[in-house]
């Protein structure tokens, strides 16, 4: 089989993982800034202030991706970049970064897509109350409107936000990522209408100031279930789990965020956990909140992770010796195949794998090669997985690998390696893995080569 035609073979990154120059030509703090330079939060100490320093490299990097074949390559604006305290001033050499950077792609032939916020709130914002303050969507929807502005003539992808189920669960409910808050729950239900709305109004701005038609839409993430076996009711019974509502971490769920925006209503899991607590919206809001997305963009690494993972035994899919990476993640190739076609079946819009990949601790041969044949074999698998949804009609637009480099994993500093390109840290000398170039491969024949060595 071969994948659709122009399928997104692509890879992803986002702006405070590899840009560096976090004070660089007028750029302010964002709360990762500000809480990577307090002691106690990042591995080691490290922070993003140089990091992969893609901002000063980013020609270097694109000449990569163009020689791996990327048709696509999705990477996020930092808010604070473009507009330094959040709102008002707009700050041109921040914004002339992104155009470079688009028009660098667009001449080695590869489709930008842009996540407008992968969690680098304005500092200057956060100390307003950040998404706790109503004011938020529409600092949010000036900042989409800046954007949009800029870069829509030639960009014609974009996501609202990256994963709220990290960046509002973990960062303001479990406390876990910055800005590490654990806040009661109707502070989390007040933040979560911030949300609906901020996601609604930035949209409507993006298809307001938009220089040519765009295809919009978000880039969750969300626990997966797995069906203990392929008879009818224990893929239903995954079904059910993948879009339930849990009491207690209720932002980390795949339906709390989606239901509402794809399909306008609260679910009745949350209908029942909360009745009249949850945000009500007139019928105008709904409209904002829930109108017409194009794609369902989702990042995919693993079937559920039971956070936090419990401390004896294992979380759900690992057993003894199971297979696992860097992160401890599970290796549960069948989550692609999953993922996909629950999305689907519930939300009727296009899949686009917005991130998926594996941390290793890769390192440098002494042939001067990276040898990352787990990474090879954890994609094989989980793009074999991809290929029997779209044969079993599910349609999928895009695959982005995460990461394109070697980068900042947020807490977990610099040593789980997520990257195709190999970045050392002390040189910035990059190296293609050998996973790059197999993808090449996967990219070239779009995708029939991953058939070479199986009968799936
Ligand atoms: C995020 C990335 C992160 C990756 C691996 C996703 O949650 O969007 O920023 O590095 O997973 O943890």
Redesign the pocket.
Known sequence: MTFPENFLWGASS?AY?IEGAWNADGKKDSIWDHFSHEPGHIAHGETGDVACDHYHRFREDVALMKQIGLKSYRFSVSWPRVIPDGTGEVNEQGLQFYSDLVDALLEAGIEPLITLY?WDLPQALYEKGGWKNPESPAWFEAYARVIARRLSDRVRYFMTF??PQ?FIGLGLQIGAMAPFEQNDTDTMLAISRNFYLAHGQAVSALRQEARQPLKIGMAP?GDVYLPKSGTPEDVEEARRASFAVDAGAFTLGNSWWADPIFLGHFSEDAEALFGDRLPRFTPEEWALIAQPLDFYGF?VYQGTTHYPVPADGYPDYAYQGSPRTTLDWNVTPEVMYYAPKFLYERYHLPIMIT?NGMAGMDWVSLDGHVHDMQRMDFLHRYLLSLGKAIQDGIPVIGYHH?SIMDNL??CRGYDPR?GMIYVDYRTQKRTLKDSALWYADVIRTNGKSLYALSDC
Do not use: K, S
Request: glycine share 0%.
């Open positions: 986002a993982q992968h990256n994963e990290i993430t990042n991130e995460w994993e947020w997520f």
